[in-house]
């Protein structure tokens, strides 16, 4: 069943169980071996507001905290350091608020599980707000620590503490957080993390956020506070659907003549994904999946009709046209891709019945319009997709004796020759192009349990195929740029100890936004592999302004000014040397980086990190697919 939001302290994929409270603590002794363990912390007592805190953080087991520190948490920051002796949670220092926020993103990619991060007061939270964005974006678990004040207006050093207290610290990220609280009392603060612990792990997940005040946190403790029994503050499952739209979705699909499953979200559980398999067998339906999430079904299953894409293709269209039910199980934006495949506009909906399975709409609010467009539905199911697909599987199962059907009369439109290398005429520089560069990573990986952690927009869909939950790991949830490194960070930590070897392929705009999160990957001996995609621009901007050249009557072939980041084109593998990273490049032709990636995954498989600046031409490997009445779809 569902693997998201269950317990507080399960077993993270690949990695020993902490063990929990106190007592496994072995109060505060660090050990050698850790990094960044404290010196003559002893054995302390637990006497300051913010160490009952830290001691509660402690059962509830958490392995790491991402942060930059600043002075409104000096006292959560020293409890955990002296009092919790920087161990479970462990902190995990970096160079900007954004990078720690997408740490903390790319663990709960891989664990659907929250880490815990640490923002200072306005300003560390103001740099951390595109990455909170992100976050909620791609519906991920987070606990987000602020700070604030003092409160208490007469505990303020002058001038500092004023300019860095706010009446409400939670108002800046409210509309894209599921909650916040600011608990005034050690009590408090142990209700509103459990709280903030159970919304933020119950879906439909999205970070929380916690700010404690500094008074609370600096405060003597008088006694010991009461901790709770953590086994009874759980999150719930996520609801399964009723009997009746259970039977419905059945007699739908199973009656059906070319059923269609777009498979959207889903857990990183192995036996989730085993049951989406048998379901979709069951049912001889044809299945297709979305890049912006992490991979949800075998992409090489005959049932897969085509690759899966950050945006559909005519392919794509030809498929949705000839279903007849479609099953949605949270797709990111059903009614936006009907209107890009089918050619139709808001509220006009497809001629195939529709089941609709989403959770989603108890985050929509109306600051943020993430929501997407209204899809229509002739049977909207609010329940986990999981859990639904673990019921309908148990009905269709009765009803099939569990044979697997043969795949549903779909016509699948031939692919199209392989895209042929096509220099940017305007401003060729040699290199390869995307399509070459994956093909060579591809074959040069080929046969490596590999976690593709990122891959770039623009990215040809075809040139791999995802067999299990961790082969992909999806996109950056809000399209905020500079995400990259700091997911992949978050993302390689979490696959540790798994014998995976993490990927990351990103854009070299997203990479120079982003690259310093990089050192923390250093610092805390991350291992996982980088591949620069660097056309030396912000390409994706050239196809717009290229657009808006051909509908004005103007050059497109200044499509590049203000867009370039070249002449000097930056030494990306000196930014990744100068953090401690080992790093080569550029490389310039398949061949070149085909000998790269092989030194670079020795390094990555003896522990070390790797970035190749790989030089390509402009151009993405796919063609857009665009929607005539939205002047923005493409
Ligand atoms: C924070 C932020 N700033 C600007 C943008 C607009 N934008 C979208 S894609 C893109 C270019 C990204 O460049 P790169 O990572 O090199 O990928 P490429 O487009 O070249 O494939 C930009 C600037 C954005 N989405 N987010
Ligand atoms: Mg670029």
Not at 9 to 16: D, R
Not at 164 to 190: C, E, L, N
Not at 269 to 286: N, P, S, T
Not at 310 to 326: G, L, M, N, T
Request: hydrophobic fraction near 40%; charged fraction near 25%; aromatic fraction near 6%.
């Amino acid at each position: 069943m569902q693997s998201q939001g269950r317990t507080m302290a399960t077993k993270i994929k690949g990695k020993p169980a902490a063990k929990s409270g106190a007592k496994a603590r072995g109060k505060a002794q660090a050990t050698a071996t850790q990094i960044d363990a404290p010196a003559n912390i002893g054995n302390p007592r637990m006497g300051w507001g913010s160490d009952a805190i830290a001691e509660l953080l402690a059962r509830m087991d958490f392995p790491y905290i991402s942060l930059v520190p600043g002075a409104s948490y000096r006292g959560f920051h020293d409890s955990i350091v002296n009092y919790l002796g920087n161990k479970n949670p462990r902190m995990l220092v970096n160079l900007h608020e954004e990078h720690a926020v997408a740490v903390a993103h790319g663990w709960a990619k891989v664990t659907d599980k929250p880490l815990p991060v640490a923002l200072h007061s306005n300003v560390g939270l103001m740099h951390g707000t595109m990455a909170i964005f992100n976050a909620w974006c791609d519906r991920v678990p987070m606990l987000i620590f602020g700070a604030n004040g003092p409160v208490d207006a007469n505990e303020r050093r002058p001038w500092i503490d004023w300019i860095h207290s706010t009446s409400d610290m939670g108002a800046q990220i409210r509309d894209y957080t599921k909650w916040d609280d600011t608990p005034m009392s050690v009590p408090a603060a142990f209700e509103s993390i459990l709280r903030g612990h159970q919304l933020t792990s119950t879906q439909p997940c999205a970070p929380v956020y916690i700010c404690l005040d500094a008074g609370v946190q600096e405060k003597k403790l008088d006694e010991q506070p009461e901790f709770p029994d953590l086994t009874r503050y759980r999150a719930a499952e996520a609801p399964a659907p009723s009997e009746e739209q259970v039977a419905r979705s059945a007699d739908w699909l199973l009656k059906a003549k070319r059923p269609l499953v777009m498979l959207g979200r889903g857990s990183r559980d192995e036996g989730d994904w085993l049951r989406r398999i048998k379901l979709v067998e069951q049912l001889g339906a044809a299945v297709i999946t979305d890049m912006h999430n992490p991979a949800v079904f075998p992409t090489n299953h005959p049932n897969h009709l085509i690759e899966p894409r950050f945006r559909p293709s005519p392919r794509s269209a030809e498929i949705v046209k000839q279903a007849d039910v479609i099953l949605i199980l949270d797709w990111l934006d059903p009614a936006g891709y009907f209107a890009q495949t089918l050619k139709i506009g808001l509220v006009e909906a497809p001629q195939a019945k529709i089941i609709n399975v989403s959770l989603d709409s108890y985050l929509h609010r109306g600051w943020s319009k993430d929501h997407q467009a209204l899809p229509a539905a002739d049977l909207p199911v609010l329940a986990g997709t999981d859990s639904f697909i673990a019921a309908l599987l148990e009905e269709v199962g009765r009803r099939t004796k569990g044979k697997a059907k043969s795949l549903s009369a779909f016509k699948v439109p031939a692919a199209p020759a392989a895209a042929k290398r096509a220099l940017d005429k305007s401003r060729a520089r040699g290199g390869m192009n995307l399509r070459e560069l994956a093909d060579a990573t591809v074959a040069e990986l080929e046969g490596k349990d590999i976690s593709y952690i990122k891959l770039p927009l623009g990215w040809p869909g075809d040139a791999i195929s995802f067999n299990h939950p961790l082969d992909y790991l999806g996109h950056d949830g809000g399209g905020g740029v500079g995400s990259g490194p700091g997911i992949s960070v978050g993302c390689a930590l979490a696959l540790k100890d798994t014998g995976r070897i993490p990927v990351a392929l990103v854009g070299d705009g997203d990479f120079m936004m982003g690259s310093n999160a990089l050192w923390t990957a250093a610092h805390n001996k991350i291992p996982f592999l980088m591949v620069v995609c660097n056309n030396r621009s912000y390409f994706n901007d050239e196809t717009h302004q290229e657009r808006m050249a051909v509908v004005r009557g103007r050059p497109p072939e200044n499509k590049w000014i203000g867009q370039r980041l070249d002449e000097p084109a930056v030494d990306l593998a000196a930014i990744a040397r100068a953090q401690g990273l080992d790093a080569e490049g550029p490389v310039w032709d398949a061949g070149a980086l085909r000998a790269a990636l092989k030194r670079g995954v020795e390094v990555v498989e003896n522990g070390g990190t790797y970035v190749i600046d790989a030089r390509i031409d402009t151009g993405y490997a796919e063609p857009m697919m665009t929607h005539p009445g939205n002047r923005k779809a493409g």
